[in-house]
């Protein structure tokens, strides 16, 4: 990722001085023209969900029932129950951020990555795989609960454990959150992979295990607190660390891999990274160089005077036709959390990004 930082700047000089040999798509607005692009519309008026956590979202909905556990530290606890696994919840947690409109709520776990549209002081509503509404339905809200309903999450977990002088700690991966390990079930199973694999003493290691959070009175007997308790260790992870815990990154300065334009899926090659220092950007189709200027106000964007060195590639083409068209069409944007989508003025996705971190 460094080396491409350093090379697409130059590139982008390259490209800006082939001049004669340079092709300008077509674009309806000059330069950085924000003009004829209508204001976002302001979010409907209501109090925010997300207000005064720890809450509980409860709902039961067309593929079954969940319950969306939100902490204040931007951590989560999510439960789903399905028809063909009647009384067998399964569990998740994670981490979760609001889109760079606060509109969407995108919870990553260990599981899979789940999108809620913020609807109003008390609703969310499941998104689809693509942050869209499913049929538009309410039969997808969750509503949150008058109180606080905690559940015992169980669930495979990857995470830096140590374990020094009688003491255990885990701290999950996905969640950065920290727990005691509870000196039962797989706990010895777990104290033996640890001492195997340690580097030196009081060093972490990280873990592949089966386990569970569930309140644990406290060394001293005051009271009870959060622990896990190993069910089964399924591994030792070549890895020292758990690595960056889960966040939005930015718009600008983030180097964005293209995985789709309208309904094309891109393999690999295609990318776009944004320099907020000259307003300019460069990328690729996945077959010919693009560069050119842009502008951003809020949530609004344009891509205007895009260069690109034409050449015939032996596959790829129709993607990279899309992209080069797709990013003349553009007219707003939104991250959540590692993913940008580029959207016209119907808010309709034209090309969906992933950050390489």
Same mark, same amino acid.
């Given at each position: ?18 001049? %004669? ?17 209508? *204001? ?13 956590? *720890? ?38 947690? $994670? ?108 060093? *972490? ?36 660390? %758990? ?9 600008? $300065? ?21 320099? *907020? ?9 996945? %077959?010919?160089q693009v560069a050119g200027s842009y502008r951003r ?61």
């Amino acid at each position: 990722m460094t080396v491409r930082r350093r090379v697409w700047p130059a590139l982008l000089a390259v490209v800006l001085l082939a001049g %004669c040999g340079a092709e300008t798509p077509p674009t309806d607005r000059e330069a950085g023209d924000l003009s004829d692009l209508p *204001p976002l519309a302001p979010p409907e008026p209501s109090t925010d969900p997300l207000a005064n956590l *720890p809450a509980t979202f409860k709902g039961d909905l067309p593929n079954g029932s969940l319950q969306l556990n939100l902490f204040p530290d931007q951590t989560f606890f999510l439960r789903a129950m399905t028809p063909d696994r009647p009384g067998v919840p399964r569990d998740d947690l $994670g981490g979760w951020v609001l889109s760079s409109d606060h509109r969407t709520l995108v919870v990553k776990g260990n599981r899979a990555t789940e999108f809620f549209a913020l609807r109003d002081g008390s609703t969310i509503r499941r998104l689809d795989a693509d942050a869209k509404e499913i049929d538009g339905s309410t039969a997808y809200d969750l509503k949150r609960a008058g109180r606080f309903e905690p559940f015992e999450v169980s669930t495979p977990m990857r995470g830096a454990y140590v374990y020094m002088a009688d003491n255990a700690s885990f701290t999950e991966c996905s969640s950065g959150r920290r727990w005691p390990v509870a000196q039962e079930g797989a706990n010895e199973d777990l104290e033996r992979a640890y001492l195997a694999a340690r580097p030196s003493t009081g060093q *972490p290691v990280v873990i592949q295990l089966e386990g569970r959070i569930a309140p644990r009175t406290r060394l001293d007997g005051t009271g009870t607190r959060p622990s896990l308790i190993v069910d089964h260790v399924a591994g030792v992870s070549k890895d020292q660390s %758990c690595g960056q815990r889960y966040s939005s990154v930015p718009l600008e $300065g983030t180097y964005w891999k293209l995985v789709r334009v309208g309904s094309h899926q891109v393999a690999a090659g295609a990318s776009l990274t944004l320099d *907020p220092a000259s307003q300019s950007y460069a990328g690729s189709g996945g %077959c010919n160089q693009v560069a050119g200027s842009y502008r951003r106000d809020g949530g609004r964007i344009a891509f205007t005077g895009a260069i690109r060195e034409r050449s015939s590639c032996p596959s790829g083409m129709e993607v990279d036709e899309a992209f080069r068209t797709a990013l003349t069409q553009v007219a707003r944007w939104r991250v959540l959390g590692s993913i940008l989508e580029l959207q016209d003025l119907g808010g309709a996705t034209l090309a969906r990004f992933e950050a390489e971190r």
